[in-house]
């Protein structure tokens, strides 16, 4: 625990906060919070199914079946692929509980983490609760932002358990070709490592 540093987003807030007290009018790009209200519809059945007296309780932890299902319906229509709603489908609270949930499930004490650098803050956070070790890839303009999966030692590939994608990436806007995600299948393939594509702004 002693390595766990505070949060990025938590330093942000403190560095904003000290500039603001000074006088600074500060604009924020760091994080993708709405600054616009939802559209009246939207309020209006949000009002109307918060009156329901069923509206009020805890829903189960795997979400309606009728919102999986939706889910699974996009997935058939984008992607040609068919998912279990019931086995394949996890509603979460948002991206940070994910990222820690399938950290503590797949990784354990060891474990090498590949992450992108510059990177999510929550990716080397989850490592570092479930035990793991971080190796940084850095994502660079002469790879045009994509890791660089020849420089990766052969050690450091065989003890990796998790690598981590990211595009169209944050913070860089960078996207990835079909052509890197076959050669990354290949990669992880070979060492037996789970991908992990984090696809917030797809």
Request: contains cysteine; glycine residues 8%.
């Amino acid at each position: 625990m002693s390595e766990i540093k505070k949060h990025f987003f938590a330093q942000l807030d403190e560095t904003i906060a000290t500039l603001k007290t000074e006088g600074m009018e500060v604009i924020r790009l760091d994080i993708g919070s709405p600054d616009l209200p939802p559209h009246p519809s939207v309020i209006e059945t949000l009002g109307r199914a918060s009156a329901r007296g069923d509206s009020h309780g805890y829903q189960s932890h795997l979400g309606p079946l009728s919102y999986r299902e939706a889910w699974v319906g996009m997935y058939k229509d984008v992607f040609g692929v068919d998912i279990d709603p019931a086995r394949e489908i996890v509603p979460l609270l948002g991206t940070k509980e994910g990222i820690y949930h399938l950290s503590q499930a797949i990784i354990k004490s060891g474990d090498v983490v590949l992450i992108p650098d510059p990177y999510y803050p929550t990716y080397l956070r989850g490592t570092q609760l479930a035990g793991g070790e971080p190796y940084f890839m850095p994502l660079l303009a002469e790879n045009d932002y994509l890791p660089d999966l020849d420089a990766i030692p052969e050690e450091v590939a065989d003890k990796a358990k998790l690598l981590w994608v990211n595009y169209p990436n944050n913070p860089l806007g960078a996207t990835a070709p079909l052509s890197f995600y076959e050669k990354l299948v290949r990669f992880a393939e070979k060492h037996d490592i789970l991908i992990c594509s984090d696809i917030p702004y797809s």
